[in-house]
T-cell receptor
């Protein structure tokens, strides 16, 4: 079983839709959870950074962490064509907390 | 641009040659990480360095790969005697610190895409 599982998609939605992206994980030592956005031929750009369980909102983006289920989500409201990218979830623990473990990424296309 | 700078953006090498990838961290950041992204794979941790120290190289292949972060200048990821399987995107990230707690996210550069002929 991989430490982090992420549906690669692709996911295609119309402009204005609510997008839900998810990851599951198996390592209960993970404490910090991140979502990165990666445009084609570019580096990952940090979108959301959360610690432990709960919700965090930033503009049109909401990150949710459910540690009991080992499940994290990213919601994008009022999706825009500029949101078209690959979304990567990443996690790290406390001990060697510098090592990020990534999902493979979900390719999202928002159609105008 | 105060972000993480990587160069070159693209690097083509023939089998057996050496590849040197450079990374300048964000201003004020003293912690550097290298990750590799193989086609159809997620990013994989390779090595974590502070100035003049390798802290964790557990993700680096045991042979042909080395990394450094000198007191002056950028961090260097060096691959000797490259093989076709080394073709990948190599990303560098930096952070303010990597302590046992606190909010210290890693910020990434745009990567070096290495192609082996």
């Amino acid at each position: 079983q991989k430490e982090v599982e992420q549906d690669p998609g692709p996911l295609s939605v119309p402009e204005g839709a609510i997008v839900s992206l998810n990851c599951t994980y198996s390592n209960s030592a993970f404490q910090y959870f991140m979502w990165y956005r990666q445009y084609s031929r570019k580096g990952p750009e940090l979108l959301m950074y959360t610690y432990s369980s709960g919700n965090k909102e930033d503009g049109r983006f909401t990150a949710q962490v459910d540690k009991s289920s080992k499940y994290i989500s990213l919601f994008i409201r009022d999706s825009q064509p500029s949101d078209s990218a690959t979304y990567l979830c990443a996690m790290k623990g406390l001990g060697s907390n510098y090592k990020l473990t990534f999902g493979k990424g979900t390719l999202l296309t928002v159609n105008p | 641009n105060a972000g993480v700078m990587q160069n070159p953006r693209h690097l083509v090498r023939r089998r057996g040659q050496e590849a040197r990838l450079r990374c300048s961290p964000m201003k004020g950041h003293s912690h550097v990480y290298w990750y590799r992204q193989l086609p159809e794979e997620g990013l994989k941790f390779m090595v974590y360095l502070q100035k003049e120290n390798i802290i964790d190289e557990s993700g680096m292949p045991k042979e042909r790969f080395s990394a450094e972060f000198p007191k002056e200048g950028p961090s260097i990821l060096r691959i000797q005697q490259v093989v076709r399987g080394d073709s990948a995107a190599y990303f560098c990230a930096s952070s303010l610190s990597a302590g046992t707690g606190g909010d210290q996210p890693q910020h990434f550069g745009d990567g070096t895409r290495l192609s082996i002929l």
